[in-house]
Structures are given as structure tokens and as C-alpha cells.
């Protein structure tokens, strides 16, 4: 048990309407790691994360978490399995009527009978951890882009969860922000033997504190490896992220017209 | 020609079946929140919570309301009743008219546009920021934690607030009539008290606005939590609360007097 995957993608396909968006992924993730998921803007990454949180289901494939099938599972049955899941969402999704302080408490309040002192204590750690406790009494009309995300760090670790999905963690910190967060993740998947998620466009702040990294694009696996062999990796479309060029297979423009057919200059010519 | 007619006709028929297809949706929604609002009996602080928000903040525009239509009701009763010199029954019209009818209707529909519009427009935007999505994912249903709470606010809220909208009302009338004009004391409380029935007036009255407040509740959490997405999505959910339950309380006060009040005098 303890060997095998946490997580599995079998030929997973999925598609919003009739637009595919994953079209066969495979994955496995261990127990213990904090695994990247990169790819693209629009490339399907928060959709990965919706999959394993049973919010949607695939149209063909299976992801299963801790041997069960997500959505084969009942409805108490994937409730009993999100206790144990966090995630970060990719827009905070903050309680906008709670304060930051019970936006933490929330899941303890509704899931365990812990008393309110205990809370209190437990609340004000996480808080710390993120550098916000002096920020508790805050609304989130109060806070900044930052903040808030690191507002929603903090919740969704507050239960301590075996897996923790963060959909772009970085995104809105400053530098120094930045790397205590990426420390943080790497500590807590450390020391609570939590999953850590990791859904970045990152690619120098994570490849230092990832186990292992999926490259995602046009709905398909199109390379991973170890932090190590993603730096070496002559693959372009690899080479390309890793080191931002604009030139090279990834495209940077949702699919369209051509260029000049929408400016209508094709139309012209043609004439 | 005929293709065009074809035309309107598939259209007709496409709304119709869509009007139809939405009613049931809607019927199925309500369902599962009845049947999941357990969690929020055995906690009631939540419903408390919410009976604040929708009964509570309305009290001010429903007390205003209610004193002013009474003080017209009063005025326009005194100047008929008079020309025949019942003067005195004005008191007997004001209360009747309150109890049975106005007060029920125009409380539910001031309750529809001051709370049920933020019942849609909260749940809405919750739902467009995520932050239904988010509850679940924390293993916490959102019908049953933010919908169940919010649907037995409103529907406890609603008949409260009706009843003080008739009592204002007839103080509003009192004060018209008794007060200011001069009406007889006396024969204007005491009239009222022999006319207005408590089981057929009364009663009816509350049963009323029962429905009502179970009808507006039912619009206002639906259409929020239909609600597209999107800010234009949620304001026209808000809208859409408003104005269907306006013609749902209409509609319903006709049928529910065309069965309270036959043939009773
Ligand atoms: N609710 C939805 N309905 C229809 N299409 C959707 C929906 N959500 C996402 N999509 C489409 O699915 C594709 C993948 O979306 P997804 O949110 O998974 O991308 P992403 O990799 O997380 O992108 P980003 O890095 O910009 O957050 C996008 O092309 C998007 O247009
Ligand atoms: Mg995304």
C-alpha cells in the first residue's frame, strides 16, 4: 500500500461540451511528494485538479486517489475522501461574509468538535505560516491579491489533509513571498507526510523544490521527469518552457483564424 | 410565408418547453433542499443567522410600508363610508383589507425586492466566486449549508413580517381616522373586533403569507443558485427573482382567496 501510487490517471480523457480538453492522460503520483503540473495558459491544469476532486467526472479513463475511483464513488463516499484532500483554488474562493480568521476556521468548526481555544491556537498557526497572523481580524474585501492567496493557503492545509492541491500558488507574490511559500509547501509535505499538487507556471521556483514535474499540452502528457532531467532535457517543447522562449512548439495563441483572415486582410487580397 | 410561421411556431414551442423543463428543475432543487435541511434545524443559529438577514433588515421598509398604506386606507375608507355615515366601520375596512389582502401581498412583494434579491444576488456571486465550489471540495454540501439555511429563513421571516405590516397598517389607519379626523374611538376598535373573524380572517391571512413566503424563498435561492457565473448572469438572476415572484404572489393570491373566502360572509 504504502508504495503504491496515491494518485492515477489511466487514458483519462475529458471535454467541456465538445471541446476535448484532455485527450489520454496517464500519470502516477507517489505518496510523499510534491509533484508540478506545468503547462500553457488554458492547457486543462485546473481541469486535472477538478478530476481528482471528483467536481467533474471523464468521459473516458479513471482517476483513482488511495485505490478508490473517484467517480465511481457515492456521494458520502467522495465527501469521506475530500476530508482528506485540500485545495488551493486557482481565484482564492475565499468566504467573502467570514473573516480571514474563519475562513481558516471554517473546516474545523464544521468537521471536528475541537474547542474554540483550541481552534484559536490551531487557526493562528496556520496564519503564522503564511505570514498573516496579525491580518486574522481582516475581511477579504480587506486584503490584497497576495494575501488573499496566501489567506487560502492557509485553508486549504488547515485540517492537515493527506493531499493538497494548490492551482497556481504563486501566482500575485512577491519574490520574497514567493520562496516562503514554496518552503512552506516543501516542509509541510515533509514534516505532515502530505501529497503536495502543484499546478505553476513557475518553472524556476518550483524546479527547486518539486519532486517531479508533468508537462501538460494540447491535452496530452507531452513529457516528465525529475526536476534534474527537466533542466538537461533536450525535448524541445521542455526546453522551451523551462527557459521561457517564445519560439518553438508551444503555442502562445488560443486557437484561431489566421492572423490576417481575422483582420480581414486575406479577404482583400482575395478580391 | 409558411416557413415563417413554422419558424414562430418551433420558437413558441421551444420556450414553452424550456418554461417547463426549468419549472421541473426548479421543483427538484427545493426537493433536495427540503430534504437536506436537517444540518440547519439541528443548528438552528444558522437559520437564526439568516432570519436576521431576511426578516430583520426588511422590518424598517415593511413598518414604513405598512403605516403609510394603512394611513391611505384610512383616508379613502373615511371619505366613502361617510357619504352613507358608517363613518365608524372605517376601522372594520381598514383591518379587513389589511389582514386578508394587502398585508400578505405587499409584504411578500417588499420582502421579494428587499430580501429575495440579495438572497439571489449573494448566492450568485458565492457560486460565480467559487466559493460554493470551494465548500464542496471541503467535503461540506453547499445546499445544505448556505441554500437550507437561507429557504427557512425567508419562509419563517415572511408571515412575521406580514403580521407587523397589518398591525402598523392599522395603527397607520387609527391614527388617521381616530386621531386626526376624529372618528369615534370606541366604535372604530370595537367594530373591527366583532367583524374580523380570527379563523377566517386571520388564519387565512397567515396561511397567506406562508405560501408566499415559501414561493418568493423558493425563486430567490433558485435563481441564485442557477445563476450563471458571470456578473451579468447574476443581476439578471436578480432581476428574474423580482419580477417572477411578483407574478407568483399575484397569481397565487387569486387562487388561494378564490378557495379562502367563498361564501362567507
Ligand atoms: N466551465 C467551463 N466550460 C467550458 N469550457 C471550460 C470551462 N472551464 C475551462 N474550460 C476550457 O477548458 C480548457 C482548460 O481549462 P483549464 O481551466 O483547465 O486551463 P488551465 O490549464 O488551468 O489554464 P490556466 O493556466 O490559464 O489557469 C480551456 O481551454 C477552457 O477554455
Ligand atoms: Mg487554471
Redesign the interface.
Known amino acids: 500500500m504504502a508504495d503504491s501510487p496515491l494518485i492515477e490517471f489511466r487514458n483519462v480523457n475529458f471535454s467541456y461540451g465538445t471541446r476535448p480538453v484532455l485527450k489520454g492522460v496517464d500519470m502516477s503520483m507517489s505518496r510523499g511528494q510534491v509533484i508540478a503540473i506545468m503547462g500553457g495558459s488554458g492547457s486543462g491544469k485546473t481541469t486535472l485538479l477538478r478530476l481528482i476532486?471528483g467536481?467533474v467526472s471523464p468521459s473516458a479513463g479513471s482517476v483513482s486517489v488511495a485505490g478508490q475511483t473517484v467517480h465511481e464513488l457515492s456521494r458520502d463516499e467522495l465527501?469521506?475522501l475530500?476530508?482528506k484532500?485540500g485545495?488551493l483554488?486557482q481565484?482564492g474562493?475565499?468566504?467573502?461574509?467570514l473573516s480571514v480568521f474563519d475562513n481558516v476556521a471554517?473546516?474545523m468548526r464544521?468537521?471536528t468538535d475541537l474547542p474554540e481555544s483550541m481552534i484559536r491556537d490551531l487557526v493562528l498557526m496556520k496564519l503564522h505560516a503564511v505570514g498573516l497572523r496579525g491580518a486574522h481580524h481582516l475581511m477579504p474585501a480587506q486584503l490584497s491579491g497576495g494575501m488573499a492567496r496566501r489567506v487560502a493557503l492557509a485553508r486549504s492545509i488547515a485540517l492537515d489533509p493527506m493531499l493538497v492541491m494548490f492551482d497556481e500558488p504563486f501566482a500575485g507574490l512577491d519574490p520574497i513571498s514567493l520562496s516562503v511559500v514554496g518552503g512552506l509547501i516543501r516542509r509541510l509535505t515533509d514534516t505532515l507526510g502530505m501529497t503536495s499538487i502543484l499546478v505553476t507556471h513557475d518553472v524556476q521556483e518550483s524546479l527547486q523544490i518539486v519532486d517531479y514535474v508533468y508537462f501538460l499540452a494540447d491535452g496530452v502528457i507531452t513529457a516528465h521527469g525529475t526536476p534534474d532531467e527537466v533542466r538537461e532535457s533536450k525535448v524541445p517543447f521542455v526546453h522551451q518552457f523551462v527557459h521561457g522562449e517564445t519560439d518553438g512548439p508551444v503555442p502562445f495563441h488560443y486557437q484561431a483564424q489566421t492572423y490576417s483572415q481575422d483582420l480581414g486582410i486575406g479577404v482583400m487580397k482575395s478580391v | 410565408m409558411v416557413k415563417q410561421l413554422k419558424v414562430f411556431i418551433e420558437s413558441v414551442g421551444h420556450r414553452v418547453v424550456d418554461s417547463i423543463w426549468r419549472l421541473g428543475y426548479a421543483t427538484r432543487f427545493i426537493l433536495l433542499v427540503l430534504l437536506k435541511s436537517v444540518p440547519g434545524f439541528l443548528r438552528f443559529r444558522l437559520i437564526t443567522r439568516e432570519i436576521y438577514f431576511a426578516g430583520v433588515l426588511s422590518l424598517i421598509i415593511i413598518l414604513v410600508s405598512g403605516l403609510f398604506v394603512g394611513m391611505v386606507l384610512g383616508l379613502q375608507g373615511y371619505e366613502t363610508l361617510q357619504k352613507f355615515g358608517s363613518e365608524s366601520a372605517v376601522g372594520t375596512l381598514v383591518a379587513l383589507s389589511l389582514v386578508r389582502e394587502l398585508g400578505p401581498v405587499i409584504a411578500a412583494l417588499l420582502f421579494a425586492s428587499r430580501a429575495g434579491s440579495a438572497m439571489t444576488a449573494e448566492i450568485g456571486l458565492m457560486k460565480a466566486t467559487e466559493q460554493l465550489a470551494a465548500m464542496g471540495m471541503m467535503a461540506i454540501d453547499p445546499i445544505a449549508r448556505i441554500i437550507a439555511p437561507r429557504f427557512w429563513g425567508g419562509v419563517f421571516s415572511m408571515p412575521l413580517l406580514a403580521a407587523m405590516f397589518s398591525v402598523t397598517g392599522i395603527f397607520g389607519g387609527y391614527l388617521v381616522t381616530v386621531v386626526f379626523i376624529g372618528v369615534d374611538e370606541g366604535s372604530f376598535w370595537s367594530q373591527m373586533q366583532s367583524a374580523v373573524d380570527f379563523r377566517y380572517d386571520i388564519v387565512n391571512g397567515v396561511i397567506k403569507s406562508g405560501f408566499f413566503g415559501v414561493v418568493v424563498t423558493a425563486i430567490a435561492v433558485f435563481e441564485g443558485f442557477d445563476a450563471p457565473p458571470t456578473a451579468e448572469g447574476v443581476s439578471r438572476a436578480t432581476t428574474r427573482t423580482v419580477v417572477t415572484s411578483a407574478l407568483a404572489i399575484l397569481g397565487l393570491d387569486f387562487v388561494l382567496t378564490a378557495f379562502m373566502f367563498r361564501g362567507v360572509s
Do not use: I, K, P, V
Open positions: 476532486g467536481e465527501f469521506r475530500r476530508r484532500m485545495m483554488f481565484f474562493a475565499l468566504f467573502t461574509d471554517f473546516q464544521e468537521h
